[in-house]
C-alpha cells in the first residue's frame, strides 16, 4: 500500500530509477524530476512527503531549487551529493535541507534516512504543520507553527496556556466546551477549580475581542461552558 511520495531530482535518469526500486517495497511511491525546474513545478501539482535532491544539475541545481521550496514549505529535503563536494553538503544544510547522502550511497543507509525523515515529518505532526500552519476565523489568526496569536493583522502576546485553550476552542468552532473539559484538555491534569480557566478566558478576550464585555468570539454558554463562535459579526 502506497503511503508517501517522494520526489528524486537528479539529472542522471539511472539513479532516480534506482531509488524507486528500493523505496517501492517500502511502500513509497517515487516521483521523479530530472532539474530544479522541473521539481518546482512537480511540488505545486502532487502531494510530496520528502525531496531527494541532486546538487548539480541543468536549468536549475538542486542548492537554488532548495532555496526557493524553503520559502514557503517545510518538506523534509535530503541532498545526493558527490563524495568530495563537503562545500555541496555544508552550503545545502544552511540554506535548509535536513539531511545529505554522499554518491554513491547504499541502499540500505537511503531507505533508513528517508524513513527517518518521513517519521519526523508525518509521524511527529510536521505534515500536519505544512497542510495548515493556521487557524483562522474572522479577524483572528491562530499560528500552529510559531504559536502566535494575530489579532486584525497585529500580533498579540499570549502565555502557553491562553494559546493552547484557544487552540482548543478554534479547533472547534461552535462546539461547547465545558470549564472542566477545557482544563482538562489545557493543564493534562483531572479539573479541581474552573475558576482558572474563567481567569485565563477573562485575559484571551481581552487580547481578541473589541469590547471583551460583549463579546464577538469567545462566547459564554450559561450553565454549560464557552465556545468560539464559527460567524462572528
Known sequence: MIKYNVLVVDDEKDIPDAIERYLK????????????????????????????????????????????????KNIPIIMLTAKSGYSDKILGLNIGADDYITKPFYPLELIARVKSQLRRYVDLG???K???????????????ETKELVVDGERKKVTPLEYKILEVLMKSPGRVFSAEEIYEKVWKEQ???????????????????????????????????????????
Open 191 to 233: 479539573c479541581i477549580s474552573t475558576d482558572t480557566v474563567m481567569v485565563h478566558i477573562r485575559r484571551i478576550r481581552e487580547k481578541i475581542e473589541i469590547n471583551p464585555r460583549e463579546p464577538r468570539y469567545l462566547k459564554v454558554v450559561w450553565g454549560i461552558g464557552y465556545k468560539f463562535e464559527k460567524n462572528a459579526r
Open 25 to 72: 517495497n517500502e511502500g513509497i511511491r517515487v516521483i521523479k524530476a530530472y532539474n530544479g525546474e522541473e521539481a518546482l513545478e512537480t511540488i505545486e501539482k502532487e502531494k510530496i512527503h520528502l525531496i531527494l535532491m541532486d546538487v548539480m544539475m541543468p536549468k536549475l541545481d538542486g542548492i537554488e531549487a532548495t532555496r526557493i521550496i524553503r520559502e514557503d
Open 126 to 128: 510536521n505534515l500536519s
Open 130 to 144: 505544512e497542510e495548515k500552519k493556521t487557524i483562522a476565523i474572522g479577524s483572528i489568526e491562530l499560528d500552529t
